[in-house]
């Protein structure tokens, strides 16, 4: 295959890369694309480097496969033009996640969907989130999922993992700067704002509803999450409390997690530097809901960059691969 | 009045000095007392300096008031000698508060509660979470409460507040070390382990439960917690699902958040950043809640030292004042 990665310097773009030279995905050769800015800079990847060519003039009649890692409008412009010239595509940003048309795709829960030209990556919490509850709502039918995220900066992008530190140790010498990539002051401090606002919402949380409806492809289960972004480096946590139709075990739900594929138990519980550099979704305290009926709660801890997106991507890069 | 504070060195013991002094409590004496190990240490009080003294051999029947802020096991020791020797206590610890014969108090909920001898303040997020509920449960009254805390390092004191503020510093430099005063690393890091594990809830969440029943005096709202600790030095944030027997509307409910007492509507929402120091407990991100039935979720933030532990047992001295 040949391979492109759109946005290859971002954060998400340099982990992808990573992903596809440890996964062994059959690159045959990779084109690391960027912005006008980044073009002549080199990437490390298969042992050698890559440099860094800009998006804009690229044919992209010469690969096979894009892995789309930038922001949304950005996606908009390229995604078109690498369809045309025949590529297949993976999507990390929103822009098509909601078209009836594009596969949202969880590789564990419905790598069957995906299919050519185009499939979309869910957001991170989405897709950390689902790999945790599949399981569950497979063996109880999950009909509202009450969540409460606890999201690292990584998801911001690299500029924003930059600020989370240098603005740490600004604050541990007794100086105050101003935010720029966060809408406040992310060292120790937290807030509930990702994404812009859409309403009461933000649109991260309206993503956790949305995405969860298709990815599981049930369009009653409510969804409510308050998504708060945390001083942490890349890892997200969440606690989900989730009520089924049917009277959920939480030692069985322990022995479906332990059975499913992309998610861990950890006991007692992990954290988010656990699951730094992880595949694997973590997850631990599962218990009977003291609150709601038929109820379970539980904390859910994904590496951000890997299951949250570039991991996930390159998974659904390999489902292709099986299908043509 | 003549003031003992018990545990004067600690995170809230200080704080409360100054709480004290900051609503010029009618503190004609104040002692401050600590573990022999502090004794002839100076603190600073009144524009002036007081000396600590070894609570151990102290003859509590020369006070009126005991602010006891130091742990359960040795308010269990200091509790009954002060009550004997005829002084009226505030218990910061969970020692007594399940007591049946003991008000658990938040004056703005049910001041009217305070009596001699002996009345427990209340776990720091019970207290900072119903004060922002409380409007809310008279007008509507709440059945389920669902909530995720973020909780500072304050809560686990001033040798928890110098352990993130030292390990993120190392953390920073490449160094990891070891946690010592919590059960994980804090730097960059997070977990949800507040207090034992009392089965699978810890005591922590178990206090909300408990707590918030007594105070509210409503035996069967049903209450589920799940408790977080975050790199965040002295306020909590909860984010409160909360269900309620009639249908609650988010634009009211800041309306009667506004007029209330202790509590400030803050848009779009605070930061613990933004509620360090200050008095009220600060609520944001009020709306209806998408998945749950006549529920609201929203933000709530106060600081921990403060509303969560020092100012409320102030507060409780001053509703004392008015009844003796």
């Known amino acids: 295959m040949r391979v492109a990665v759109l946005g290859a310097t971002g954060a998400v773009g340099r982990e992808l890369m990573g992903v596809l030279e440890r996964r062994r995905f059959p690159a045959r050769e990779l084109f690391a694309l960027a912005s006008s800015r980044s073009a002549g800079k080199t990437l490390p990847f298969g042992g050698g480097e890559v440099e860094v060519q800009d998006a804009e003039g690229f044919d992209f009649s010469v690969c096979d496969i ?4 930038v922001g949304s409008d950005t996606a908009r412009r390229f995604v078109p033009r690498a369809i045309e010239a025949g590529c297949f595509v993976v999507d990390n940003s929103s822009a098509y996640r909601m078209q009836p048309d594009v596969p949202l795709v969880v590789p564990e829960i419905n790598g069957d969907e995906v299919r050519p030209p185009l499939v979309a990556n869910p957001n991170c919490t989405t897709a950390i989130t689902l790999v945790a509850l599949a399981p569950l709502h497979r063996r109880w039918r999950m009909r509202r999922l009450i969540a409460a995220t606890y999201q690292a900066a990584s998801g911001a992008g690299a500029v924003a993992i930059s600020e989370l530190l240098s603005h740490t ?7 105050k700067p101003k935010p720029c990539v966060f809408p406040r002051s992310i060292a120790f401090n937290l807030f509930p704002h990702i994404g812009d606002f859409a309403g009461s919402y933000t649109k991260e949380e309206l993503k956790l509803e949305q995405e969860t409806r298709k990815i599981l492809n049930e369009t009653d289960i409510k969804v409510s999450a308050f998504c708060v972004r945390v001083p942490v480096v890349r890892a997200h946590s969440v606690v989900a409390f989730v009520c089924f139709d049917d009277q959920p075990d939480p030692k069985e739900a322990e022995q479906l997690i332990m ?12 954290t988010p530097m656990d699951a730094e ?15 709601l009926e038929r109820a379970l709660s539980l904390w859910i801890v994904g590496d951000q960059l890997l299951k949250g997106a570039a991991l996930n991507a390159v998974q659904i890069g390999e489902k292709l691969l099986e299908v043509i």
């Open 66 to 69: 894009v892995f789309c890692c």
């Open 169 to 175: 140790d600004a604050a541990l010498k007794g100086s």
């Open 259 to 270: 059975q499913s594929s992309g998610v861990e138990l950890r006991k007692p519980y992990p």
């Open 277 to 291: 550099g992880k595949d694997a979704v973590l997850v631990g305290r599962v218990r009977s809901d003291a609150a």
